[in-house]
């Protein structure tokens, strides 16, 4: 990401598409992790970069108190609606900031998660930070899904989702090069995020898989907010040409699927828990 900048930009306008448009985390991961924590539900828990609250509100019920912590307002309005929605209001707190502000006066935590928003931050400066926020005995988990699974089409119900379609569809408009708020990122978003948990004096990491596989029908309306809701893709890219790219999009989907239906495995989930090495308590 060498050249790029973060800017408020980069998720503008995608909060209220990530509910009807993101894949869901594999069933069975809230349990699989509390499972693998001894969670009891009296704990604190630390979602950075928490988007709409989607992974800190499925471990609510595991905690006494949960923080999501997100640069968007957009997403943090989602997440606070949907807060209320799922009856946790009273246990949850949301921040709009960014994670390179922690600790930002928030106190310790039993547990720490980054679901698939790790590498827009200084990773360093951000592990190191969220390692001295951390309990005795607590841990970090970062969550993402399983990338290149083998998943067959042959036998789905519908038509399976034209990504390649779709990404060609948004390079059409927006030029070959992946955008990101108002830069650009052609060599997209940096891994190797097992050195960075390293140096910043983590131990691990323990691997969990929470499996997938499970067939979802997706209308075209989902997929469409699906395509809204990544960075790469943002409404906002689109200036005024959006309501074109949409007319195109939905062409797009109805000759692919004249049903108005598609089918998508979903997604197994990868969960790397990692704790702080003994010795280096306080260090941020």
């Known amino acids: 990401m060498d050249g790029w900048e973060w800017d408020d930009t980069l998720f503008a306008g995608t909060a209220p598409y990530y509910a009807r448009g993101r ?21 604190r828990l630390l979602d950075v970069g928490c988007g709409p609250g989607t992974l800190a509100l499925l471990l609510a019920r595991w905690f006494g108190e ?26 949850a707190a949301w921040l709009r900031a960014r994670a390179e502000e922690l600790p930002a ?37 970062h969550v993402a899904d399983a990338k290149a699974e083998p998943w067959p089409v042959e036998e789905l119900p519908h038509p399976a989702v034209p990504h390649a379609a779709l990404d060609e569809l948004v390079r059409r408009y927006l030029g070959p090069v992946r955008r990101a708020g108002r830069g650009v990122l052609p060599r997209g978003t940096p891994s190797g995020e097992a050195e960075v948990f390293a140096r910043a004096g983590f131990t691990g990491p ?12 997706r209308t075209w309306d989902d997929v469409v907010a699906d395509v809204f809701s990544k960075s790469y893709s943002a409404p906002h890219l689109f200036g005024p040409r959006r309501s074109a790219f949409e007319a195109d999009l939905r062409a797009l989907l109805r000759t692919a699927s004249p049903s108005g239906c598609f089918a998508a495995h979903q997604p197994s989930t990868e969960v790397f828990l990692w704790r702080p090495a003994p010795g280096r308590d306080g260090e941020r």
């Open 206 to 217: 323990e691997c969990l898989v929470v499996p997938g596989g499970q067939v979802l029908r």
């Open 105 to 141: 006066g928030l106190g310790t935590f039993t547990v720490a998660v980054f679901g698939q928003s790790f590498h827009w931050m200084d990773r360093d400066l951000v592990a190191r930070t969220v390692r001295g926020m951390l309990r005795p005995g607590g841990a970090l988990a």
């Open 23 to 43: 894949l869901p985390y594999a069933h069975g991961l809230a349990d699989a992790l509390a499972e693998a924590l001894g969670l009891d539900g009296r704990g």
């Open 66 to 91: 949960v923080v999501g912590v997100d640069p968007d307002g957009g997403m943090i309005a989602e997440a606070r609606s949907a807060a209320v929605a799922a009856g946790a209001a009273a246990k």
